[in-house]
């Protein structure tokens, strides 16, 4: 069982960037597809980015060419690299865990993701 922590939310400018981070203990990241959802004030959660160790990441289409997904198995951390943030972004990211996707076909629905992080808040001011 793997046990995930997010961080590096916060407050930022439109336009503006910001790297989160997701740090797993108990096993490693390359032992799962990792990916990143969100969630805006009333609204279901939405799927931002996924990777595992065998195929290319894919990314929801509003962060498409906007946001970045990476991992560092040294540091057994998952990243989600923001740039040009619009106050449509602000949201709780979530970092998740798929046993099933570690080495085929990313998942996209929530419902595939058997482990998650607490959220970090991420707001994008205008």
């Known amino acids: 069982q793997v046990q995930l922590v997010e961080s590096g939310g916060g407050l930022v400018q439109a336009g503006g960037s910001l790297r989160l981070s997701c740090a797993a203990s108990?096993?490693?990241?390359?032992?799962?597809?990792m990916g990143w959802f969100r969630q805006a004030p009333g609204k279901k959660r939405e799927f931002v980015a996924a990777?595992?160790?065998?195929?290319?990441?894919i990314y929801g289409d509003s962060v498409k060419r906007r946001f970045t997904i990476s991992s560092d198995n040294a540091k057994n951390t998952v990243y989600l690299q923001m740039n040009s943030l619009k106050p449509e972004d602000t949201a709780v990211y979530y970092c998740?865990?798929?046993?099933?996707?570690?080495?085929?076909?990313?998942?996209?629905?929530?419902?595939?993701?058997?482990?998650w992080g607490q959220g970090t808040q991420v707001t994008v001011s205008s």
């Open positions: 990777i595992n160790q065998y195929s290319g990441p």
């Open positions: 998740a865990a798929d046993w099933t996707s570690r080495f085929g076909t990313l998942k996209r629905s929530e419902t595939e993701y058997d482990y």
């Open positions: 108990g096993r490693t990241v390359s032992d799962y597809g």
